[in-house]
């Protein structure tokens, strides 16, 4: 059974930092594409940044590009969101997903397993 499990949200000051984890179990990640999602109230799930499926290369939201890093480990298969200088606007639930067949992508309706997500607030 594919799952992802997300942890490492909370709160935290305007230009602050955060790491986001994400667990994979039933799957073995470097096989997938990965994306890392958020979703502020009243509005879209948006693409944060991902990892291709083929030759593993990160891709960032503008909105977030020189902030935040995305990595995997495949050896725990584990995925990680690395967050600095946090602002306000980024607060939202994040999600991770991933998907078997797209090599890589910023939009959710590509994405097939998801978590649970995890709350992130930015405020002082």
């Known amino acids: 059974q594919v799952q992802l499990v997300e942890s490492g949200g909370g709160l935290v000051q305007p230009g602050g930092s955060l790491t986001l984890s994400c667990a994979a179990s039933g799957f073995t990640l470097d096989n997938y594409a990965i994306g890392w999602f958020r979703q502020a109230p009243g509005q879209e799930r948006a693409g944060v940044s991902c990892?291709?499926?083929?030759?593993?290369?990160?891709y960032y939201a503008d909105s977030v590009k020189g902030r935040f890093t995305i990595s995997r480990d495949n050896a725990r298969n584990m995925v990680y969101l690395q967050m600095s200088s946090l602002k306000p606007e980024d607060t939202a639930v994040y999600y991770c997903a991933a998907d078997p067949v797209i090599p890589w992508g910023l939009a959710a309706k590509f994405y097939d397993y998801w978590g649970q997500g995890t709350q992130v607030t930015v405020s002082s």
């Open positions: 990892i291709s499926r083929t030759d593993g290369r990160t």
